[in-house]
């Protein structure tokens, strides 16, 4: 991700990602494309789940949502936001959480837990889905 978001500016990241339904697109897109399989019993076949752009398998019944395994994993923030400061961190790793808490409205001290999240992904202290590790060596683009 950290490629995909260096290359846009900020005008094409706000129409790229206007709404939390654009967000989730991107992750199911990015996380299963067309080969989903069952984390639980490697089953293959889905049908859509109960929250949006989530999976559900059709063998042994368990969900999988699109922010699951990813940094985005039960973010406590709208996902708009969260994309916003991955999306600030990515273009900039020094950005202040001061500037980010000021340029999204949120509390600084949730700004600095998700910038904290997103800085370890990207120098590859958590294990999460590989592509969404955020750094380019990781993430196989």
Not at 69 to 81: A, D, W, Y
Not at 114 to 137: A, N, T, W
């Amino acid at each position: 991700m950290k490629s995909y978001f260096k290359t846009m500016g900020e005008a094409e990241f706000e129409k790229c990602f206007p709404n939390e339904e654009s967000c989730l697109e991107f992750l199911a897109n990015k996380k299963w494309g067309e080969d989903w399989v069952c984390k639980k019993c490697g089953n293959t076949n889905y049908c859509k789940g109960k929250k949006p752009y989530s999976r559900r398998c059709t063998r042994c019944k368990s969900e999988e949502s699109a922010t699951s395994h990813t940094v985005f994993h039960n973010v406590r923030i709208p996902l708009k936001k969260a994309f916003k400061i991955a999306f600030m961190v990515c273009h900039d790793p020094e950005v202040s959480t001061y500037k980010i808490s000021d340029n999204i409205h949120t509390r600084q001290m949730t700004c600095w837990k998700f910038k904290k999240r997103i800085m370890e992904c990207m120098e590859g202290k958590k294990k999460l889905v590989p592509f969404l590790q955020i750094d380019g060596r990781t993430t196989g683009e």
